[in-house]
């Protein structure tokens, strides 16, 4: 009876919410007028490179990453790191990239006008380019580390990490190198298990609205930017054209996400295919050794694996790739830092002529938007972790599988698909401009990622841990309170952190649920990012940067081990 409860209670908004949006996305006239704009073709050419080519570069670099942190077992230290990047919000580092690549950016400032010549900015197009290379670069960046941390979490996982470690051991030792061993051994077992977060990548790249607005292309946007703005006409029959162009991104992604899931299901059929007879013979000696339930080794120095191409040779020197995208946060989290306290900055000075404390000043005066922010994070994140937490405990195994799909459509359908079904539910149930509608907005949007950031952990906890409870005579409840819980206290901690950084990042649910009528920090940076206030829109981003950081490490330090004191050896008396 829980289960199904808990799936009314998540299913019903979410359910009510796509359908909604997909009944207005069948007007007929509507797709008409969309593909009679000049504007749509050009923005859908736009969106199909940026949203495929930030993902194939996140894809790539995340699968040499993990083979480098695997083979030199540095796994371990890197998500320890990875926490920071994941609390920085999209917008701010699409903010903190325009900061330092705008022609009166701090890139062109250190070299001019020694090396350039250049007293005045110049009119290059190093933001809104017509190319997109901007937004393609602000998104490798930011989801590199998202897509790194789930993978790293399921390598991390105690059972895989032995399992893994022990195969590709023996690959090695049937003549194999270490990075031959994690592509032909470890990358297919670990590549499937990626689907939905690589096609979270996906949709986000395809789809993503507020960083388009802020580091371009302008000329042609993207046609999830078309589709913001001719939602926000007051014209109806322009407002009908955005809800096609929100549909016809759904089907987009759903074509680009099929041809991702054949992809990696060809990994699969593959590996099957060489298992019933075209093994080689070291393959066979790792079944002859035990692991026939495994997959086997590929033809050495052969292309079988469709993903051999990216997972790729040589890894030993992908550690740049790392220390790059740490540099490129740094880089932004120092502009953004500067940029907040500076007042009169003249081109091509490297630093601002007067510092003020004054767009601080205007932040902390609009108190209003801060606590909005902070209550909607802390309220969504706390609603969808006690749902996951209880959908986890209580939902059979075959239920969890069956409507896991379902509570990830958010991730992988576009957002704003899911702003004209959440404003529609709004508007049905009395909701609009109310501060209830804000929190289902956020709450459908944050949960799936909280529950893909808590599953892991779940699956992972050894299940004869209850039996052994029960037979030492306490119940249910005594064993999550005193052993389960305790022992995903990281886990638990972690999921919040990342549900509140969601929430904080929120834009369009924010701005179409809440009619204007809630600011949030978020909303506020988006809107002065377009105009010429510098550290004003500085100080924004980086308060939407500061509140997720503080709150991962807030859950860091919550979910640290805990320590037992040390007991002596006993002294035994005769």
């Not at 009944?23 to 007028?33: E, K």
Request: glycine share 8%; proline share 7%.
């Amino acid at each position: 009876m829980a289960p199904l409860l808990l799936a009314l209670i998540a299913g019903l908004p979410m359910g009510w919410a796509l359908w909604a949006a997909l009944v207005q996305a069948l007007d007929a006239s509507a797709w008409q007028a969309l593909w009679a704009d000049p504007q749509s073709l050009r923005a859908w050419g736009m969106t199909l490179w940026t949203g495929l080519a930030s993902t194939l570069l996140v894809w790539w670099s995340v699968a040499r990453l993990l083979a480098n942190g695997f083979i030199r077992q540095k796994l371990a230290s890197w998500l320890s790191l990875v926490p920071a990047l994941l609390a920085t919000p999209h917008a701010a580092m699409a903010i903190g990239l325009v900061l330092w690549l705008s022609p009166s950016g701090w890139a062109l400032r250190w070299v001019s006008p020694g090396l350039t010549g250049f007293d005045a900015p110049p009119p290059w197009l190093t933001t809104q380019d017509p190319w997109g290379l901007g937004l393609i670069l602000a998104l490798w960046l930011k989801e590199v580390p998202f897509l790194l941390w789930v993978a790293a979490t399921q390598m991390q996982r105690e059972d895989l990490r032995r399992r893994w470690q022990a195969e590709s051991a023996l690959a090695q030792t049937l003549g194999r190198t270490p990075a031959q061993a994690f592509a032909q051994v470890v990358w297919p077992q670990l590549a499937p298990r990626l689907r939905w977060p690589l096609l979270a990548v996906l949709a986000y790249g395809l789809t993503v609205v507020d960083m388009a607005l802020i580091i371009g292309p302008a000329s042609p946007p993207t046609l999830a930017v078309l589709a913001w703005q001719w939602l926000g006409d007051a014209d109806a029959a322009i407002q009908a054209q955005g809800v096609a162009a929100a549909g016809w991104l759904t089907v987009s992604v759903a074509l680009l996400a099929a041809c991702a899931v054949a992809v990696l299901q060809a990994t699969v059929v593959l590996r099957r295919f060489a298992r019933k007879g075209s093994l080689p013979h070291s393959a066979k000696g790792l079944h002859a050794a035990g692991l026939s339930g495994r997959p086997p080794l590929w033809p050495k120095g052969g292309s079988a694996n469709p993903l051999h191409f990216l997972a790729g040779h040589p890894y030993r020197r992908m550690s740049w790739v790392w220390g790059t995208i740490g540099l490129a946060y740094m880089a932004v989290w120092f502009a953004l830092a500067v940029g907040s306290v500076s007042g009169v900055w003249p081109f091509p000075k490297l630093w601002p002529s007067l510092w003020t404390g004054d767009a601080w000043a205007q932040v902390m005066a609009s108190a209003n938007t801060v606590w909005t922010t902070l209550g909607l994070a802390v309220a969504s994140a706390s609603l969808c972790l006690i749902w996951s937490i209880a959908w986890l405990e209580t939902a059979s195994h075959r239920w969890q599988q069956v409507l896991r799909p379902v509570w990830l459509l958010p991730l992988v359908l576009p957002s704003v698909l899911w702003v004209v079904g959440l404003y529609s539910i709004a508007l049905q149930w009395h909701l609009e401009g109310q501060w209830l509608g804000l929190l289902l907005a956020h709450s459908v949007m944050v949960l799936p990622y909280v529950l893909l950031a808590l599953e892991p952990a779940y699956r992972a906890v050894d299940p004869r841990q209850r039996a052994l409870v029960a037979s030492l005579g306490h119940g249910r409840w005594a064993y999550l309170a005193r052993v389960k819980w305790p022992l995903l206290k990281r886990a638990i901690t972690s999921a919040w952190a990342v549900g509140f950084a969601v929430s904080v990042a929120q834009y369009l649910p924010t701005l179409y649920v809440g009619a204007g009528r809630f600011a949030t920090v978020t909303t506020e940076a988006v809107t002065l990012a377009s105009g010429a206030q510098r550290s004003l829109m500085s100080a924004y981003a980086a308060l939407q940067m500061l509140l997720p950081v503080l709150v991962f490490a807030w859950a860091a330090w919550l979910g640290r081990p805990r320590q037992f004191e040390k007991i002596g050896p006993m002294k035994v008396q005769t």
